[in-house]
T-cell receptor, first 116, second 115 residues
Framework: AQSVAQPEDQVNVAEGNPLTVKCTYS??????LFWYVQYPNRGLQFLLK??????LVKGSYGFEAEFNKSQTSFHLKKPSALVSDSALYFC??????????????FGQGTTLQVKP | DAGITQSPRHKVTETGTPVTLRCHQT?????MYWYRQDPGHGLRLIHY???????DKGEVSDGYSVSRSKTEDFLLTLESATSSQTSVYFC??????????????FGPGTRLTVL
């Protein structure tokens, strides 16, 4: 079955330190990969996506993500965390071959807590 | 929130009553989606639409129906609400499906409580 896993329910980092939010996937073929962020009482906001090409993708708010095909991972990173980065982060995958469906498979989410 | 509104934003209802949630977009996007968000499950697709009157089921469609009579509106109906349908419901839109690279844009959500 196709799935996305975010192995950590919560990640705690100190402000100014680098952060990593982990995501691994299990889908057939080469998927398109996305990261979204959700602030309290808000909808999801798109951060970045990997389609093809360079394995390091840069997105909004200084975030980046590294695609690793051999490890089937797409970890979200930021060199220096801000308190305002505290939110719920979702990894999502769109499997190739699901044309005309638009289906996204989401991970269960990781809460990022950045402390001053 | 990318020209997407959801109504109502909050609703409390009783088991067995019908409930309709509305998603309205001003972006003229072709694809629209309904998700539910539950702790530990992330977001799960309920139904989606790829055009006016063109809809299909997602992974958790049982107990839900949808309709799309206009490009801008996508309705989600719970014919007879159950407590297991207590959740936060999100509408999303996409100009093309993600297989064509485009990300989805999400509405603010509707918090539904079924007593």
């Amino acid at each position: 079955a196709q799935s996305v896993a975010q192995p950590e329910d919560q990640v705690n980092v100190a402000e100014g330190n680098p952060l990593t939010v982990k995501c691994t996937y299990s889908v057939s073929g080469n998927p398109y990969l996305f990261w979204y962020v959700q602030y309290p009482n808000r909808g999801l906001q798109f951060l970045l996506k990997y389609i093809t090409g360079d394995n390091l993708v840069k997105g909004s708010y200084g975030f980046e993500a590294e695609f690793n095909k051999s490890q089937t991972s797409f970890h979200l990173k930021k060199p220096s965390a801000l308190v305002s980065d505290s939110a719920l982060y979702f990894c999502a995958v769109s499997p190739l071959g699901s044309s005309n469906t638009g289906k996204l498979i989401f991970g269960q989410g990781t809460t990022l807590q950045v402390k001053p | 929130d990318a020209g997407i509104t959801q109504s109502p934003r909050h609703k409390v209802t009783e088991t067995g009553t019908p409930v309709t949630l509305r998603c309205h977009q001003t972006e003229n996007h072709r694809y629209m989606y309904w998700y539910r968000q539950d702790p530990g499950h992330g977001l799960r697709l309920i139904h989606y639409s790829y055009g006016v009157k063109d809809t299909d089921k997602g992974e958790v469609s049982d107990g839900y129906s949808v309709s799309r009579s206009k490009t801008e509106d996508f309705l989600l109906t719970l014919e007879s609400a159950t407590s297991s349908q207590t959740s936060v419901y999100f509408c999303a839109i996409s100009q093309n499906p993600p297989t064509y690279y485009n990300e989805q844009f999400f509405g603010p959500g509707t918090r539904l409580t079924v007593l």
